[in-house]
């Protein structure tokens, strides 16, 4: 069966830390893989999507970035975080059918 | 531009009552239409999907609708349960888009017991 894990739950990272949260994909091949952020009291907000090795298309230009070493890894990056980037952080699967698998989340917290 | 919107931020209902959750969209290429339900620090779980093709879907206590001429869709749950307390979002895919969703701003929904 297909699993999405996502860590950490959550994290307590100061202003100007660097950022590295990971999500990986099992039971499934070459799933597009997603990157949402839900601010406290918002929606679902699309960072980063990728259809693929190394392919990655941002949706809002910010101080995040995103990478996509192997098929099923997808990992969420800063190299210098700032408060406005707390968040929870939302992982997301897909594979040709409609609809999305999300993950756990990770709640994001920058003081 | 949103392209899908929940209007309603926050839903109270009494435990035993019908729920009815709004959503509208904007895209008439669309096709394909999700429920998600979210508790706080988790991510959104599937909940119930609709196609351009039907009308209507139903699954246990929840009933989507889908209005394609208003561009409307609605989430119905009969009967409330204070476990459904939760945030509820829709999404919509379908033309240009692809497979790729695209949700609304979601609704809380609390149940009172």
């Known amino acids: 069966s297909q699993t999405i894990h996502q860590w950490p739950a959550t994290l307590v990272q100061p202003v100007g830390s660097p950022l590295s949260l990971e999500c990986t994909v099992e039971?499934?091949?070459?799933?597009?893989l997603y990157w949402y952020r839900q601010a406290a009291g918002r929606g679902l907000q699309l960072l980063f999507y990728s259809v693929g090795i190394g392919q990655i298309s941002s949706e809002v230009p910010q101080n995040l970035s995103a990478s996509r070493p192997q098929d099923r890894q997808f990992i969420l990056s800063s190299k210098k975080l700032l408060l406005s980037d707390s968040g929870f952080y939302l992982c997301?699967?897909?594979?040709?059918?409609?609809?999305?698998?999300f993950g756990s989340g990770t709640r994001l917290t920058v003081v | 531009d949103q392209q899908v919107k929940q209007n309603s931020p926050s839903l109270s209902v009494q435990e035993g009552r019908i729920s009815i959750l709004n959503c509208d969209y904007t895209?008439?290429?669309?096709?394909?239409f999700l429920w998600y339900k979210k508790y706080p620090a988790e991510g959104p779980t599937f909940l119930i999907s609709?196609?351009?093709?039907?009308d209507k879907n139903e699954d246990g206590r929840f009933t989507v609708f889908l209005n394609k001429s208003a561009k409307h869709l609605s989430l119905h749950i009969v009967p409330s349960q204070p476990g459904d307390s939760a945030v509820y979002f829709c999404?919509?895919?379908?033309?240009?888009?692809?497979?790729?969703?695209?949700f609304g701003g979601g609704t809380r929904l609390m149940v009172k017991p």
């Open positions: 039971g499934t091949s070459n799933p597009n």
């Open positions: 997301a699967w897909s594979v040709m059918q409609y609809g999305y698998t």
């Open positions: 999404a919509a895919s379908g033309g240009n888009a692809g497979n790729m969703l695209t």
């Open positions: 895209n008439s290429m669309f096709d394909y």
């Open positions: 609709i196609s351009s093709i039907k």
